[in-house]
């Protein structure tokens, strides 16, 4: 292991993605690890702001049909232009809601109890909100979560074995709803071998795609996944509550959504104003209101650079990125009791690598203090997250240099070893 500083540099230079960090604002003397939570501002998206409080301010109520990018179109035109990203067909996909609300549409449409089959089928390292939604769900038809919300168990607390979660396809599962990265470990799920499973016991299933989307390839057409969900801040980097995206797959068009919305109808019969709906013949269908335009825009920039760069050259980075960032943790860090908990092989490794100390809080202010940015993830997490786009291979080595000066000095001990009211 080359461990030298010249190392990072010639990694850099050789680094076909390296001129796309010039697209995005960084703050001079501050190395930005914390992309996997919130993405930074390209400048292209900064454009597609601006374009799109122009085009308000030039067409007013016309921007609906006029303009660069009519708004009335714009959550098809960004799903087609998110397809790609996730291996899916452009009408299965639709950029729309938030995360969560998008859950509870896919949840209501999906979840179908019968005598026989009432239980939802996910896992106790999702993100809280996911559970918080199915749990809200099942009340919604009147079940108790406590006895039909499964959660499929991890043995070591960071990541989920297959098997395990193949085992838990039980005859009473209706719907299946598991993260495609787990956002703590960053471990990928095999989201085709469980797809498969679950359809062969006869149970939709579908997958929380935060973490995952903008860092690794997907082929949800391909694999038969029934529907997805995610946010666009994080790897997609389209700013702070910015509209999140969902995917139905084509096999389920025609079907009417579980919360209808005005955004719910067919585009040729919206403005009918019937009060029967005719459900749009795609992923539209499950749109509910009126498209958020302004935290729209920004995804048209993010879009652009991501269709310019390709996913797949995004991965082959940010699998070099992640794997000279454990490399540099084991030869540098292994006299301060750190433990990488995220996989160290590349199938299942995603965008970010989760290291675990028990004095963790105070070491993220001391690396904040140095300017770099990590993230906090209670109760003794890490999160660095080299993301390929704008991250060098020279931050990741002054990153863990800069760790082990603040570990031998005890800088850490300055701080309080507790979280702030985010992380």
Request: hydrophobic share 35%; charged share 25%; with cysteine.
């Amino acid at each position: 292991m080359n461990t030298e500083k010249t190392y990072a540099n010639q990694l850099d230079q050789k680094d076909n993605l390296k001129d796309f960090r010039k697209e995005f604002y960084i703050s001079n003397g501050t190395i930005y690890l914390d992309g996997n939570s919130l993405g930074l501002l390209s400048m292209r998206a900064e454009q597609a702001v601006d374009d799109a409080v122009n085009a308000w301010k030039k067409y007013a109520i016309d921007g609906w049909t006029e303009g660069e990018h009519p708004w009335f179109y714009l959550s098809e035109k960004l799903g087609s232009m998110t397809a790609p990203l996730i291996g899916a067909k452009k009408d299965e996909v639709i950029v729309t809601g938030s995360t969560t609300t998008n859950m509870h549409q896919l949840v209501a449409s999906f979840y179908k109890p019968n005598n026989k089959k009432t239980k939802i089928l996910a896992d106790e390292l999702n993100f809280p909100s996911d559970i918080y939604a199915l749990k809200s769900q099942l009340k919604l038809k009147g079940y108790d979560p406590d006895e039909h919300l499964i959660q499929v168990k991890s043995r070591n607390g960071n990541t989920l074995e297959t098997e395990d979660i193949v085992k838990a396809m039980a005859d009473d599962v209706a719907l299946i709803v598991l993260p495609g990265v787990l956002y703590r470990s960053g471990q990928i799920l095999d989201m085709e071998r469980l797809t498969k499973e679950a359809h062969k016991r006869n149970i939709t299933i579908g997958f929380d795609l935060c973490h995952s989307i903008g860092a690794i390839p997907h082929q949800l057409s391909e694999w038969g996944v029934d529907f997805a969900f995610w946010c666009t801040y994080k790897h997609l980097n389209a700013g702070p509550g910015s509209v999140a995206g969902l995917y139905v797959n084509q096999k389920h068009f025609g079907n009417e959504p579980g919360l209808a919305g005005w955004f719910s109808s067919s585009k040729e019969k919206q403005f009918d104003m019937e009060h029967t709906l005719t459900p749009a013949e795609d992923a539209g269908a499950y749109q509910i209101g009126t498209p958020h335009l302004l935290s729209a825009a920004p995804l048209l920039g993010s879009l652009e650079i991501f269709n310019e760069a390709g996913i797949k050259q995004v991965r082959q980075k940010s699998l070099e990125l992640t794997h000279y960032l454990m490399e540099l943790i084991d030869s540098e860090l292994s006299d301060y009791n750190f433990t990488v908990v995220s996989p160290t092989d590349e199938v299942t490794r995603g965008g970010h690598i989760f290291l675990e100390h028990k004095e963790a809080a105070r070491i993220c202010k001391a690396l904040k203090a140095d300017g770099i940015v990590p993230d906090f993830r209670t109760p003794n997490g890490i999160r660095l997250a080299p993301v390929a786009l704008y991250n060098t291979f020279e931050e990741v080595w002054k990153t863990v240099h800069t760790l082990k000066q603040i570990m031998k000095e005890e800088r850490y001990k300055r701080y309080e070893n507790k979280r702030g009211v985010i992380a």
